[in-house]
């Protein structure tokens, strides 16, 4: 456990400033790609870690997507 000031991290869709603690962290595909349709077509894949507040992710249903998999991991 960390003691004092914590370092806060902004989040992805309103931009409010939350310590990194409280924050809900969410780890996304992006795919980049030229769109030629073609054997030259090059795709690029990033794992990209975002940070949302506790409303935001409420919002989102992120925190229904953990816990659904939580209870998959347990029901096994």
Known sequence: MSRGRENLVICSSCGRRVPRTKAVSYSRAVV??????????????ERRKEYYCPSCGKHRHIYEKKKQIAMRKYNR
């Open 32 to 45: 980049y790609s030229t769109d030629l349709k073609t054997a030259d077509d090059i795709k690029v894949f």
